[in-house]
């Protein structure tokens, strides 16, 4: 007769020094963010790193980072958005005739503008998950018709000026409530903006280390103490970096401050709530989410028009940002949106992807634009090597995804 052994269990703390462990689809994306960073510092004769260069950063591209958070989830349900860029255009020329034309005050013009993105967000919704037409065929009719309407809205011309406020949020900076103190040989920079980028590292230290701590708690494996604190400290290094560069310069950018709000928002909902788990069960398998009792339909219809306000959004700070409605405005910010998302690790066929992540990737093209710029690189050079970084974005996922079925 034999007996089998029980083996000990390990205790919690134990757990966390069994090995180090990396995702290379999860922190890919971010080593890579930090040579192209990097590669173009030195390119640029340390140009890039500038405050007011990071500034220009933020804000040039805060409405195309405005759109990866939506595309992101559309993404990862399954989908795809074509007419992001079209929707921008057509509700920014809303917010100019009913800011500029109708002298409508500034707020009650906002809210109308995101109720006319979450109403172009329905329709296409109503059509991709009640009506069973795939996402790609209604977004492209919807690039298509809504890229019309604005050219009927405005005719060949823009319109302008928007209001000082509507200008401030897409360009503006905060005040220096506190003034500035002394870095030394950094110079002046703004007190408030420092405490913002203080707290900011505390909120990541304190939530890492709920994760940590609820992971032990359950006996997950985690990293072990010395690398997690080395990990911390490395964020609050680039955080901080961060925003002393923009303390120096004009404080920060409102348009930063939303960013900041929306990422937080959107990450809880995606990464926490019972929506976002459906997003992802949607995504991932759409007959087993199905079966689960998931409502498939609703989830995919909210998911557009989710888009369509963030769209609106965008319109509304392109449009302030150039202190005028254009027809030509949002050509092409779909492809950058999405663009985005896949560089920041979302896959192809759904299921998969980060908020955090697709942010990460608009600021990689952001980078690559701003930085074959400094350096006086032609247009199609910049569109070339932007299209070789999203192949290769792809093509790692892929890879990456072999590597772990095998």
């Known amino acids: 007769m034999t007996t089998t052994e029980a083996r000990p269990a390990v205790p919690p703390v134990e757990r966390s020094k069994r090995r180090i462990s990396i995702n290379p689809r999860q922190s890919g994306i971010y080593v890579a963010f930090a040579l192209i960073v990097v590669l173009f510092e ?3 004769g340390g140009a890039l790193l500038e405050p007011q260069n990071i500034s220009n950063i933020i804000v040039q591209n805060s409405y195309v980072l405005i759109l990866a958070i939506g595309m992101i989830l559309v993404i990862i349900s399954g989908h795809i958005d074509l007419s992001a860029g079209s929707v921008v255009a057509m509700t920014g020329a809303v917010s100019a005739v009913l800011m500029v034309n109708s002298q409508m005050p500034w707020f009650w013009a906002v809210l109308i503008t995101l109720a006319v993105g979450a109403v172009i967000g329905a329709w296409q919704g109503y059509w991709v998950a009640y009506f069973g037409i795939p996402a790609f065929i209604v977004t492209l ?24 406020t509507i200008r401030t949020l897409s360009n503006g900076f905060t005040d220096g409530y506190l003034g500035n103190i002394g870095l030394g040989p950094l ?27 609820g992971r032990l708690g359950y006996g997950q494996d985690v990293d072990p103490f010395p690398l ?31 960013l900041t709000v929306l990422v937080l928002g959107y990450s809880l909902v995606a990464g926490k709530s019972v929506f976002g788990r459906h997003i992802y069960a949607v995504g991932g398998n759409l007959q087993a989410a199905t079966l689960s009792g998931v409502k498939v339909k609703q989830v995919t219809f909210w998911i557009f028009v989710n888009m369509g306000v963030l769209a609106a959004l965008a319109g509304i700070i392109f449009a302030g940002r150039l202190n005028q409605a254009g027809p030509t405005a949002g050509i092409n910010f779909e492809l950058d949106a999405i663009a985005a998302a896949f560089i920041g690790g979302a896959a192809v066929q759904g299921g998969v992807g980060k908020v955090v992540g697709a942010i990460t990737g608009g ?13 006086g690189a032609p247009s199609e050079r910049v569109m070339l090597v932007k299209g070789v ?15 772990a079925a095998s």
Not at 141 to 160: D, E, K, P, S, Y
Not at 389 to 403: E, S
């Open 228 to 258: 997690f604190v080395l990990k911390l400290a490395g964020i609050a290094v680039l955080v901080l970096a961060l925003v002393v560069q923009l303390a120096r310069f004009k404080n920060l950018p409102w348009v930063l401050i939303l």
């Open 187 to 213: 110079g002046g920079a703004d007190l408030v903006s420092l405490l913002a980028g203080v707290a900011a590292v505390a909120g990541i230290v304190f939530t890492q280390w709920r994760k940590r701590m």
């Open 141 to 164: 009719a919807g690039m298509l018709a809504f890229r019309a309407l604005t050219l009927t809205v405005l005719g060949n011309q823009g319109i302008g000026p928007f209001p000082d």
């Open 42 to 44: 030195v390119l640029t």
């Open 363 to 375: 600021l990689i093209m952001a980078v690559i634009n701003n930085g074959m710029s400094l350096i």
């Open 389 to 403: 970084v999203l192949l290769a974005a792809v093509a790692y996922d892929i890879w990456t995804k072999r590597r």
